[in-house]
């Protein structure tokens, strides 16, 4: 069965520190996609990233980057330079094929306070 | 352009009574999905529609809930005889097709007293 595991519950860092935010996920599928969804807390899930299997490559976009390691089966998101509005709840997430659908299996979340 | 609008954005109901949750999706997007996330099991997935049709109901959590999608847009989320453990925040997320990255609106914070 597929899951993903964010093993930290709460992170809270001071402003201006980088701070990275873990992702394991389980799978026997050989295509499958990998996100990340920031939700403030007004509540809306916002979509970041997606990753396909088949491209390991390092994404950098701003302050933000993502680690795809396949051989350790994880996702990780480095927050550069952190500032207050990056604090929310982060979400990582699986794509599991589903009558041909892009059905999501989320992790449980990491709480990040970015302090000023 | 306008993204996913869910309403209403908080209800509040008494135990047994019936509960619709609407979903207007982004234009033009086929695909809708029906998520609820819950303090207890985090964010679980519930139905998907493409266009008007939703292939497999198995992911609802019992025979109270149903959804139906007309006009391959608006989508609404019934709970019948609602329980405490129905209370839940209910995301509702669409894409234009059905690989697509979903993009997801503000939820309905559902609460049974």
């Known amino acids: 069965a597929q899951k993903v595991t964010q093993a930290q519950t709460e992170i809270s860092v001071v402003e201006k520190e980088d701070v990275t935010l873990d992702c394991v996920y389980e799978t026997r599928d050989t295509t499958y996609y990998l996100f990340w969804y920031k939700q403030p807390p007004s509540g809306e899930l916002v979509f970041l990233i997606r990753?396909?299997?088949?491209?390991?490559q390092n994404e950098i976009s701003g302050r933000y980057s993502w680690n795809f390691q396949k051989s350790t089966s994880s996702f990780n998101f480095t927050i550069t330079a952190s500032q207050v509005v990056d604090s929310a709840v982060y979400f990582c997430a699986l794509s599991e094929r589903w009558e041909g659908a892009q059905k999501l299996v989320f992790g449980q979340g990491t709480r990040l306070t970015i302090n000023p | 352009g306008a993204g996913v609008s869910q309403s209403p954005s908080n209800k509040v109901t008494e135990k047994g009574k019936d509960v619709e949750l609407r979903c207007d999706p982004i234009?033009?997007?086929?695909?809708l999905y029906w998520y609820r996330q819950s303090l207890g099991q985090g964010l679980e997935f519930l139905i998907y529609?493409?266009?008007?049709?939703?292939?497999?109901k198995s992911g609802l959590p019992s025979d109270r809930f149903s959804a139906e999608r007309t006009g391959g847009s608006v989508s609404t989320l019934t709970i019948q005889r609602t329980q405490q453990e129905d209370s839940a925040v209910y995301l509702c997320?669409?894409?234009?097709?059905?690989?697509?990255?979903?993009?997801f609106g503000d939820g309905t914070r559902l609460s049974i007293l």
């Open positions: 234009s033009g997007h086929t695909a």
């Open positions: 529609f493409q266009g008007n049709s939703a292939p497999d």
């Open positions: 990753r396909n299997s088949f491209d390991e």
């Open positions: 997320a669409s894409s234009p097709q059905r690989d697509s990255p979903q993009h």
